[in-house]
Structures are given as structure tokens and as C-alpha cells.
């Protein structure tokens, strides 16, 4: 899918469960917070696909084969599901007072050239050691020179969210290994089936905690990495 969301509140159940966390800036002008969607993806890439192995009695290869070899290499099916999308759109939060009906505030952007508020960010020079210290000029993701925390009273012109600034792309390959077969040739109405799956077989990290607070020593900086570890599997099912 190739698409855009807009929209001026993420929820119309209000705060509930903090849908609408930082919105709206202004109840009486709700064109403030109008800018992408924080769930807006723009590349949305889903990839499925299941193949037969050409091994195994009734397959290409060894149609003849004992049944021994036959249940321990033959007829498995190899499984594929990939997810690849773009990035969440990023936003930016500040510490001033908020102004008459503003419930909210942000920063003010100053940038007057309208410079890219992204930067070549180098994976490479990524240091976990140092997620923790401020200044650190290798984690940070975005140009914090053109963002400055607000002042007492001071209205912020931030957006809610930058379609042009986005976290890293996300990927994901899981794969499972599946094989069919009936113990008791007398009893076809009875099936075993045996999985092996890998999720997110890569093991495929992403850059995440990013500090977009203006007031914060951090402010800029990639503080954490996902979560998203591999995970092995294995199942086995009866069907009768």
C-alpha cells in the first residue's frame, strides 16, 4: 500500500488510555493539530508465500522412498510472512507554560531556510554504552539546532507530527518449516501436523527511545534499541 492519514486527534474517546495524549493544543482551534496521523505509514509491504518441497513420497523427488525417510525428510512446506512498512512520523514536545485555552505546548521551530530537520544518521556510530549521555553528537537523529524549548507564555509553532521526520523503517521475516503426515495408513481421517517457526528470523533490531522533549539534556538523541528479538518455535497438532 502506498497511502497518507491525516487527522487533528488520534481518538475520539478523548484522554482515554492516552489516545490523545499532547492534542489538542487549542479546543477552540483544532487546525493546530492538524498533520499526519502518528499510525501513518506511507510504504506498507506484505509478503506471503508457501512452498512444497519436491521431497517425499507423492512429491518430484523420492516418490518412492520408505516411509522411515519418507516421515523424516519428506514432505515438508516452507512458509514466508514479511512485513516492511516506513517509519512513524515524529513530533516534538516542550516544557513552557501553556498559553489562555492551550492545554498543551510545544516548541518552537526556527528555521527560516527550511532546512531538513533530519540527519545522516550513521547506524555504525551507534554506542549503547553511551544512550545515557547527553551530548553525545553520534546518536543524534535529528537537527536540534532548529528546535528550542518554549519560554514562560511563549506559544510554540511546532506541528504535531513531521511526515518528513520518521523513526526507521520497520522489518520483520518470519518463516515456519510444516510438515502433514497420518500415523495409521487405516486411518485417514486422522492427521498430524508439526511446526517449526522462526519469527523475525533476521533478528532485526531497531532504533527506538528517541528523546524529543526540547527541555531534555537528551533531546535528539536515540536512548534505546527495539525489543524485537528472534523467537523459535515449535508446535505439534492432532486433527481428526
Known amino acids: 500500500t502506498w497511502s497518507k ?10 484522554d482515554t488510555w492516552g489516545m490523545n495524549s499532547g492534542r489538542p493544543m487549542d479546543y477552540y482551534n483544532l487546525s493546530l493539530d492538524k498533520s499526519v496521523s502518528p499510525y501513518d505509514r506511507t510504504h506498507w509491504i506484505k509478503v506471503g508465500a508457501s512452498v512444497d518441497l519436491p521431497l517425499g513420497r507423492g ?4 516418490n518412492s522412498m520408505n516411509r522411515a525417510l519418507d516421515f523424516a525428510v519428506g514432505g515438508w512446506t516452507l ?4 512485513n516492511y512498512s516506513s517509519g ?3 513530533g516534538f514536545g516542550a516544557t513552557g507554560t501553556a498559553v489562555g485555552n492551550f492545554k498543551t505546548q510545544r516548541p518552537v521551530i526556527v528555521n527560516p531556510n527550511g532546512k531538513p530537520l533530519s540527519l545522516n544518521w550513521d547506524s555504525k556510530s551507534f554506542d549503547m554504552s553511551r544512550i545515557s549521555t547527553a551530548g553525545t553528537a553520534a546518536h543524534k537523529y535529528f537537527d536540534t539546532t532548529l528546535i528550542r524549548n518554549t519560554g514562560r507564555y511563549e506559544r510554540g509553532n511546532a506541528a504535531y507530527r513531521y511526515s518528513h521526520l520518521r523513526t526507521p523503517w520497520f522489518l520483520s521475516d518470519d518463516f515456519s518449516l510444516q510438515k502433514n503426515f497420518r500415523p495409521f495408513a487405516s486411518l485417514e481421517t486422522m492427521r498430524i501436523q508439526f511446526r517449526a517457526e522462526a519469527l523475525n528470523l533476521f533478528n532485526r533490531h531497531r532504533l527506538s527511545g528517541f528523546d524529543t522533549n526540547a527541555a531534555s539534556p ?3 538523541q536515540v536512548t534505546a534499541v527495539s525489543n524485537d528479538r528472534r523467537q523459535i518455535q515449535f508446535g505439534i497438532r492432532a486433527d481428526w
Do not use: C, H, V, W
Open 5 to 14: 492519514s491525516i487527522d487533528n486527534l488520534n481518538s475520539a474517546f478523548g
Open 59 to 62: 512429491r518430484t523427488f523420492g
Open 79 to 82: 512458509q514466508y510472512i514479511g
Open 88 to 90: 512513524e512520523p515524529m
Open 218 to 220: 537528551l533531546f535528539g
